[in-house]
């Protein structure tokens, strides 16, 4: 480690003092406003250079200013969340200053949006090489989505589910895969471990997050091999104004509260070379018994959040970005909450402190040559329980205190990324390292403890090619070497993605990309469900070698006003073929240890399509959907259930959101999300067989219906307020045949993750 990041210094040296002797003087000036066709001053629309990270945001009154720009020729965008972007050519000469004023027309929320997770350069949505989803602020903040996880449910091909009824363990799947198959990223570091994955996506509150993307199979070069399904990233909120905005969002089902109160401050500087955001929030959950069996199906829940973004230009072409965040979560499920956990017939409990945060240096030497050094890291500390109190002997008290465990991740990642432009040429060559260290005494028995350190190099060179003057034709080519600690030998991974517009708003996309899994510890690995007081553990066979994917997509897409109203249609097909791919395997029962066991099997596919529909009829309303319809299978039949089936994912599942704004003051959100029935194993308590009886249980379907109304109120002058009513889950859609009482399988969940809920949100801005 101190070796590599000696490395990492002295090639930052040697890059700055490149850039000490090529960063040109010879500079101009950008201004302008940007207003919307009716007039209205855009507040925060992006304004920036092509294939450069040059660019700024519009202040409060609409205008914007790019200074020391170099002279040259770019292509100047100007964007807007839910507005058709600018397109302009601009001729930057020296001391001179250019005026550019645009008026933009109405279109879909994510339209304008500016990505970046498929290449290191920043791309309109609707124009990225590799097709990225977008989950904008607003979108958000409509599904009044309190946290990471919350905010992934209305996305074509990505489901987030429920894995336990006690501690309520989430996972996010794209295309059906299992959660250990994703990739998330925070602002593009792979800072979220297989500890941190656990209950991680509960962890990230709303107040942090500005944007998130996605990219689906294995993306770009930039990424590990683990992308195999996809990427996740979560882009936090960086300072642009002086303001602040405290928010309150409450929610009850059948009388069990669910509170978050959340705030946050952006301080800039007059000459915008310095600035802070500041976010802070607060949640406590009532637990919640579905069937009044006395044990849980949403446990209680206690997070805290505080952290701060900041950044800071100290020259021309310099930006240091620097943020930290501390989150302190308490989580409990299963029965008798009065008491302390190990009195408690069943007791999922965990206790999270993580801290986390980076430090990154970008320079922009010229317009043809820029680097980054980039350090990353997330310290995770966790308390635990998993298990039981099987009676009051004091023998039997004394074995419920062995099911207390301790966990320990620290992981650091550090990289350098150098791009240069050369004519039609956009190469991007970097390093990265990652170190990844796992002490987990969660299990009784110390057989299955883990003390494990992973350790990844990866490099890589990425090729964004424009084939043709006008950008109709790019091509985004790359390929990476991993060295992973688990494997002997480096993996390649090629990947390359083409983009072709056919005629102005129809576009073309497809790709071809690899990626592996290392043989290593997995999220669910480290979720213990405890089953009639037995804790259920998976471990990896001695035998277990890396597990390698193949991913194709091929995709048309139209998106383009027809008659001044936003259209849009796309339609993707997907296949993936997993080599080796891993499956769980039950091997036996040791005393209050249920050993499950992960293999390799011969393989695995998935294929699929995907399709997205929307229209803005008036600019007050927009309908959008996406339904995915696939088939998942393992080349071998998995024993225990009899079936070559993907577990837990629905063959079907999609979504309808509409928002219609009333006037200025009123609008409505409403949304309708099917999930399609699934397999489900079942394991079931027989007292006289000494192993659980497996059981394979096809679901129902469901269909979601949440409805809100949001009103601005002038309360106090300049302080701008605003109060959403709403019911999510109105129809009560939830799983009927929920196991019942003490002997009762915690993971035997599925369908919708919360009953009918009615909520309220505050939200009070200056």
């Not at 294939?51 to 009154?61: A, D, E, R, S, V």
């Not at 925070?186 to 990219?215: F, T």
């Not at 390649?492 to 576009?507: C, D, F």
């Amino acid at each position: 480690m101190k070796q590599y990041l000696i490395i990492l210094l002295l090639s930052a040296s040697l890059l700055v003092n490149a850039g000490e002797n090529r960063t040109s003087s010879v500079r101009g000036t950008i201004k302008g406003e940007v207003t919307s066709i009716d007039g209205e001053k855009l507040i925060g629309a992006n304004v920036f250079l092509k294939n450069t990270n040059i660019g700024t945001i519009t202040n409060k009154q609409g205008q914007f200013e790019i200074p020391n720009v170099p002279v040259g020729k770019y292509g100047l965008i100007i964007s807007m969340m839910g507005y058709k972007s600018h397109t302009s050519e601009v001729m930057i000469e020296k001391d001179k200053e250019l005026q550019i004023n645009a008026e933009l027309n109405t279109a879909f929320y994510e339209t304008g949006s500016v990505v970046i997770t498929g290449t290191t350069t920043p791309y309109l949505y609707e124009e990225s090489p590799v097709k990225t989803e977008v989950i904008p602020r607003k979108l958000i903040e409509q599904t009044r989505s309190t946290n990471l996880a919350e905010a992934l449910c209305l996305q074509t091909g990505v489901m987030v589910e429920n894995d336990c009824n006690n501690c309520n363990f989430t996972q996010v799947r794209i295309l059906g895969f299992e959660g250990k198959y994703s990739q998330i990223l925070i602002d593009g570091d792979p800072v979220v471990s297989s500890l941190g994955g656990v209950y991680g996506l509960e962890h990230y509150p709303q107040e942090m997050i500005e944007q998130i993307e996605i990219v689906k199979g294995g993306g770009s070069a930039l990424y590990g091999g683990g992308a195999v399904a996809g990427t996740i990233n979560m882009k936090t909120r960086r300072p642009w104004f002086n303001r602040s905005k405290v928010n309150f969002s409450g929610s009850s089902i059948d009388g069990s509260y669910d509170q978050e109160v959340g705030a946050l401050a952006e301080i800039v500087s007059e000459d915008n070379k310095s600035g802070f955001f500041i976010f802070g929030s607060t949640r406590n959950r009532d637990s919640y018994d579905r069937n009044g069996d006395g044990y849980s199906e949403l446990g209680v829940l206690k997070n805290e959040t505080i952290g701060v973004n900041g950044f800071l230009k100290p020259w021309e072409g310099t930006d240091i970005q620097i943020s930290f965040h501390r989150i302190f979560e308490e989580r409990r499920g299963g029965g008798d909450f009065d008491k302390p956990v190990h009195e408690a017939g069943i007791a999922e409990w965990t206790q999270h402190f993580k801290w986390g945060g980076k430090l990154k240096w970008n320079h922009q030497i010229s317009s043809l040559l820029e680097y980054k050094v980039n350090f990353a890291f997330s310290l995770l500390e966790r308390d635990s329980y998993y298990g039981g109190l099987s009676g009051n002997t004091e023998e039997e008290r004394l074995e419920a205190l062995n099911y207390y465990g301790f966990s320990d991740n620290p992981l650091y990642t550090a990289d350098v990324q150098l791009k240069y432009i050369l004519g039609s040429h956009a190469l991007t060559f970097g390093t990265q390292y990652d170190y990844d260290k796992l002490t987990d005494e969660s299990v009784s028995s110390e057989a299955y403890h883990i003390a494990e350190t992973f350790k990844n190099t990866g490099i890589y060179i990425q090729d964004e090619l424009s084939i043709d003057s006008d950008d109709h034709t790019k091509v985004v080519a790359g390929v990476r070497l991993d060295k992973h600690s688990a494997l002997s030998d480096w993996i390649v991974s090629p990947r390359i993605n083409l983009k072709h517009e056919i005629i102005e708003g129809l576009t073309v996309r497809t790709g071809y990309t690899t990626g592996f899994k290392a043989p290593q510890i997995f999220d669910e690995d480290l979720h213990i469900c405890g089953l009639e007081g037995t804790q259920r553990v998976i471990r990896n066979s001695d035998e277990l070698k890396e597990e390698r994917s193949s991913s194709f997509n091929l995709g048309f897409e139209f998106q383009n006003n027809l008659r001044d109203i936003p259209i849009l249609i796309g339609v993707t097909g997907f296949y993936t073929k997993l080599s080796d791919a891993y499956a769980d395997e039950f091997i036996s029962t040791d005393g209050t240890i249920e050993y499950w066991e992960r293999i390799n099997s011969s393989g695995a596919e998935v294929k699929g399509i995907e399709i997205d529909l929307g229209v803005k009829p008036v600019r007050q309303i927009e309908i959008r959907g996406g339904l995915t319809v696939k088939d998942n299978h393992f080349e071998d039949t998995l024993e225990d259930f009899d079936t070559d089936n993907f577990l837990r994912t629905p063959d079907v599942f999609g979504y309808i959101r509409t928002s219609y704004d009333i006037s200025n003051t009123v609008s409505t959100f409403i949304s309708l999300k099917y999930t399609g029935s699934m397999y489900v194993p079942h394991e079931i308590s027989v007292d006289y067989q000494e192993n659980p009886l497996l059981e394979l249980t096809k679901s129902d379907d469901f269909l979601e219906i949440d409805v809100s109304l949001t009103k601005k109120l002038n309360l106090f002058g300049d302080v701008n307020t605003s109060m959403t009513l709403g019911i999510k889950n109105l129809t009560d859609a939830y799983q009927k045949d929920l196991d019942y009482g003490i002997n009762r399988d915690p993971a035997y969940v599925y369908g919708t993750s919360l009953p009918r809920t009615l909520f309220l949100g505050v939200d009070i801005s200056l």
